[in-house]
């Protein structure tokens, strides 16, 4: 996925910039090329892109979109929130097209430092600060609304009533992965009951073994549905829902490969394809506002929605009952029938 930035893209900076760079855990990807293009966007990560699946999918948008404009491209990794500062001050002194910040671990600093620079144009993925500079573009998406699908499917395929999730942090956005999927299976389930447990720690968002640990506590307590929205850590509920029989969630992306049998369904958001309009409006002059992506812009949605569900290998396949369910209770949600509780806005 990367390979080594020729250097004429960063020749102004001098060794100073090198070193920062350096101590920041910073990696380099592509530019198409023998010289450096006049367009170039830089990726900051809040972790280490790792096995992180919604990281992946960010570092593939911008990618992506740079490759069209004609843009070199470069990452950017953090290893903690200091770095996340000290790598946005570098990509600042950089001076590039487009800087992107994903997650909202750039809350803060996205409030303060496009503010200070109006002559750079900044994109914020996943989350938007409160206070939004003009040269500041924000993509959001109705996690919620895609996890309340799920719940549906997880309402009714549970065999015991008991289902869970697993996330990384009790934290009011990671919410809205949770509420709404325990409110899905309510939906058709009224007896259902959830239960949320955290990763926590120092590694909330790349943690498998705390993750296994907290899905076995679950299905310790009858559980026999597990949503995995522990990021980095999923494969550790994939490997606890295999070894007890229950079965699980995948998020991001189609995640039902890794654990063939097991996953029923994943919580799916096309950060990629969100994040790649993005930059390429921006690069065409088109900057600020927010725009956000929910079902009716086929922003979120889970497998079951997909016309390649049959070789998905997701579980889900196999009961197309649930699905029809699904696309139904999708449909309703469009139409604005059913409303689904947005935890970040309550």
Same mark, same amino acid.
């Given at each position: 996925?990367?390979?080594?930035?020729?250097?004429?893209?960063?020749?102004?900076?001098?060794?100073?910039?090198?070193?920062?760079?350096?101590?920041?855990?910073?990696?380099?990807?592509?530019?198409?090329?023998?010289? /450096?293009?006049?367009?170039?966007?830089?990726?900051?990560?809040?972790?280490?892109?790792?096995?992180?699946?919604? *990281?992946?999918?960010?570092?593939?948008?911008?990618?992506?979109?740079?490759?069209?404009?004609?843009?070199?491209?470069?990452?950017?990794?953090?290893?903690?929130?200091?770095?996340?500062?000290?790598?946005?001050?570098?990509?600042? &002194? +950089?001076?590039?097209?487009?800087?992107?910040?994903?997650?909202?671990?750039?809350?803060?600093?996205?409030?303060?430092?496009?503010?200070?620079?109006?002559?750079?144009?900044? *994109?914020?993925? %996943?989350?938007? +600060?409160?206070?939004?500079?003009?040269?500041?573009?924000?993509?959001?998406?109705?996690?919620?609304?895609? +996890?309340?699908?799920?719940?549906?499917?997880?309402?009714?395929?549970?065999?015991?009533?008991? =289902?869970?999730?697993?996330?990384? *942090? %009790?934290?009011?956005?990671?919410?809205?992965?949770?509420?709404?999927?325990? /409110? #899905? /299976?309510?939906?058709?389930?009224?007896?259902? /009951?959830?239960?949320?447990?955290?990763?926590?720690?120092?590694?909330?968002?790349?943690?498998?073994? &705390?993750?296994?640990?907290?899905?076995?506590?679950?299905?310790?307590?009858?559980?026999?549905?597990?949503?995995?929205?522990?990021?980095? #850590?999923?494969?550790?509920?994939?490997?606890?829902?295999?070894?007890?029989?229950?079965?699980?969630?995948?998020?991001?992306?189609?995640?039902?490969?890794?654990?063939?049998?097991?996953?029923?369904?994943?919580? =799916?958001?096309?950060? %990629?394809?969100?994040?790649?309009?993005?930059? !390429?409006?921006?690069?065409? #002059?088109?900057?600020?506002?927010? !725009?956000?992506?929910?079902?009716?812009?086929?922003?979120?949605?889970?497998?079951?929605?997909? #016309?390649?569900?049959?070789?998905?290998?997701?579980?889900?396949?196999?009961?197309?009952?649930?699905?029809?369910?699904?696309?139904?209770?999708?449909?309703? =949600?469009?139409?604005?029938?059913?409303?689904?509780?947005?935890?970040?806005?309550?």
């Amino acid at each position: 996925m990367r390979t080594t930035l020729k250097t004429g893209l960063f020749a102004s900076t001098g060794a100073a910039l090198a070193l920062v760079l350096a101590a920041c855990g910073t990696s380099s990807s592509t530019e198409a090329g023998s010289s /450096a293009p006049s367009k170039s966007v830089i990726l900051i990560s809040p972790n280490p892109v790792g096995a992180n699946s919604f *990281l992946q999918l960010g570092v593939k948008g911008a990618e992506a979109a740079a490759k069209e404009i004609g843009a070199s491209f470069k990452l950017y990794e953090s290893k903690d929130p200091n770095s996340i500062a000290q790598n946005l001050d570098a990509a600042v &002194r +950089a001076k590039p097209t487009i800087i992107v910040g994903i997650s909202f671990s750039f809350d803060d600093v996205f409030s303060t430092v496009p503010k200070q620079h109006p002559d750079l144009q900044f *994109l914020q993925v %996943d989350s938007c +600060a409160k206070t939004q500079a003009p040269n500041l573009t924000c993509v959001s998406f109705k996690e919620h609304e895609a +996890a309340y699908l799920a719940g549906v499917e997880a309402g009714l395929l549970s065999k015991s009533g008991q =289902i869970g999730v697993v996330a990384p *942090l %009790d934290t009011p956005f990671m919410h809205r992965w949770i509420e709404p999927f325990f /409110a #899905g /299976a309510k939906s058709v389930n009224p007896k259902t /009951a959830g239960t949320p447990l955290y990763v926590g720690g120092s590694n909330p968002f790349s943690d498998p073994a &705390r993750a296994k640990s907290q899905t076995q506590t679950l299905i310790g307590r009858g559980t026999d549905v597990v949503a995995a929205s522990a990021s980095g #850590g999923n494969q550790g509920v994939f490997e606890a829902v295999a070894a007890a029989g229950a079965k699980s969630f995948g998020v991001d992306v189609n995640q039902c490969a890794q654990s063939p049998g097991n996953i029923i369904d994943n919580v =799916i958001k096309h950060v %990629d394809v969100a994040e790649s309009a993005a930059i !390429k409006d921006i690069a065409a #002059g088109k900057t600020g506002g927010t !725009k956000v992506y929910g079902l009716a812009e086929g922003g979120v949605g889970v497998n079951a929605l997909d #016309g390649d569900v049959a070789s998905s290998q997701c579980t889900v396949a196999s009961s197309p009952e649930v699905i029809a369910k699904v696309k139904q209770v999708r449909d309703d =949600i469009v139409a604005g029938k059913v409303a689904v509780a947005d935890p970040l806005a309550g």
